[in-house]
């Protein structure tokens, strides 16, 4: 059980009742059940030292932002009471090497159910709907040369040649700049990135941290099973997410099997420019005569209607018209098939979704609250990494997401003010200090 351990120093109980900061890190470690994860060795060889007050450190780590594991030391040596709070003696931490330990030997499934839990008391309370859910990622930053920018060397355009110290790292891009719409200035880095579900409250449902190869579409559809296995949802429920995920098959995912709504803009990048069509409602070619249907064409998950030059079809239009009279290379060259254009005429859950309606703008304004959330996560931990085994980012990201998930359930079931689940710096500022039912 999580108990508060009292000092001959110092009044433990008073820095709670007085100090904003302390019951801050009171109401965390009281709604935090670490009782599914062994807190000492009790096979053979040394104890060694607690790894629920280890975890508790890196729950700190990650709410005062701060970057390495020697700074968080530090950190801790100059808050001796909250070193207490979190099960270590004052004064008497571990070396750093077995916070690292911890990173890379905690199964991350142990971390995710602890998220889980909270989670799930957080729904039975109907602080959580479970109506609306929001998808993005976030890029994550190896900690290589390769990522600095000053360096003249760096490696930005040969993906298999991966960082000596991140073999699992991948290369992608970071941002661009968009000029006469025109995609130009990449800025590539080698990394991970952290792909999470939302709840329309901000509370993390569930997530994943992958290589940046990964794309966000696929990872999705994880994502969404997962969260379907766990959270038991029912049809209808509303998923949100940004261009980066307009691929048909997450469409057809979403609505086919899950038996839910995309709510996802188009992606530029896979629509062509809008067609001149003539009278009949057929493409015109560049010479303005209005092509002829040819059959349709299965392309994947695509259906397409397909036109040809008329002057290659249609044998009475090919009297008045012999020649092309701008004399267009696909009409004398190679097997001179004529010209050809198409129209896409897929009927499918992605050519359905209401766009450019009401409805459709107020549920995708709802992906807001994915960018408040990676803003709240920390700008340091989501965007960089000072690890180098692909299992430490994925276990220190889960803590970072754990937290959010703490936050909002010590501000709803601890202090009973689920309108601060969001407040992950002041939610405990105007708690008077009570005792609480610690958990085990």
């Known amino acids: 059980m999580y108990k508060l351990q009292l000092s001959l120093f110092y009044d433990l109980q008073y820095l709670?009742?007085?100090?904003?900061?302390?019951?801050?890190?009171?109401l965390l470690f009281s709604a935090?059940?670490?009782?599914?994860?062994?807190?000492?060795n009790a096979d053979v060889g040394r104890t060694g030292y607690s790894r629920h007050a280890i975890l508790r450190d890196f729950i700190i780590k990650h709410q005062e932002r701060i970057k390495t594991i020697p700074d968080l030391l530090r950190f801790l040596d100059s808050h001796p009471a909250l070193t207490e709070m979190c099960g270590f003696t004052a004064s008497v931490l571990p070396d750093q090497s077995q916070f690292y330990r911890f990173l890379k030997e905690t199964k991350t499934s142990l971390i995710e159910n602890l998220m889980?839990?909270?989670?799930k008391e957080l729904i039975h309370d109907e602080v959580i709907s479970l109506n609306d859910f929001i998808l993005d990622s976030k890029p994550i930053m190896a900690a290589t040369r390769e990522n600095n920018f000053k360096n003249p060397k760096r490696n930005t355009s040969h993906k298999n040649q991966k960082p000596k110290r991140n073999p699992a790292a991948t290369l992608g891009y970071y941002a661009y700049q968009s000029i006469n719409g025109q995609k130009n200035n990449f800025v590539f880095f080698w990394g991970y990135r952290t792909h999470v579900i939302v709840s329309k409250e901000g509370v993390p449902l569930v997530t994943l941290t992958l290589p940046?190869?990964?794309?966000?579409?696929?990872?999705?559809?994880?994502?969404i099973k997962k969260l379907k296995r766990l959270y038991r949802f029912k049809k209808g429920a509303c998923f949100i997410a940004d261009a980066a995920y307009d691929v048909r098959k997450l469409y057809n995912f979403i609505v086919d099997q899950i038996k839910g709504y995309a709510f996802i803009p188009i992606n530029p990048r896979n629509t062509q420019p809008d067609?001149?069509?003539g009278p009949k409602g057929w493409p015109l070619c560049k010479t303005g005569f209005e092509m002829t249907p040819n059959g349709t064409w299965q392309e994947g998950l695509r259906r397409r209607?397909?036109?040809?030059?008329?002057?290659k079809v249609d044998k009475c239009f090919a009297v008045d018209h012999p020649t092309c009279p701008i004399g267009h290379h696909s009409f004398s060259q190679g097997k001179a098939y004529g010209c050809?254009?198409?129209?896409?005429?897929?009927?499918?859950?992605?050519?359905?979704?209401?766009?450019?309606?009401?409805?459709f703008n107020a549920k995708y304004h709802l992906r807001l609250e994915v960018e408040r959330y990676f803003a709240r996560l920390g700008d340091r931990e989501a965007e960089q990494t000072t690890h180098y085994k692909h299992k430490s980012i994925r276990n220190q990201m889960a803590i970072a997401h754990l937290s959010?998930?703490?936050?909002?359930?010590?501000?709803?079931?601890?202090?009973?003010?689920?309108?601060?689940?969001?407040?992950?710096?002041?939610f405990a500022d105007d708690w008077v200090y009570q005792a609480l039912p610690l958990a085990a």
């Open 116 to 119: 889980y839990g909270l989670n």
């Open 212 to 223: 940046n190869n990964q794309t966000d579409d696929k990872v999705a559809i994880k994502l």
């Open 32 to 40: 935090l059940d670490l009782s599914s994860i062994p807190d000492i």
């Open 275 to 277: 067609k001149t069509l």
């Open 404 to 426: 959010m998930s703490l936050i909002a359930y010590a501000a709803a079931k601890l202090i009973e003010q689920p309108n601060k689940i969001r407040c992950y710096r002041t």
């Open 305 to 311: 209607l397909k036109f040809r030059c008329p002057i």
């Open 340 to 359: 050809t254009k198409y129209l896409d005429i897929t009927d499918d859950a992605r050519a359905r979704v209401p766009r450019n309606t009401k409805r």
């Open 16 to 26: 709670i009742q007085t100090s904003s900061f302390y019951r801050k890190y009171y």
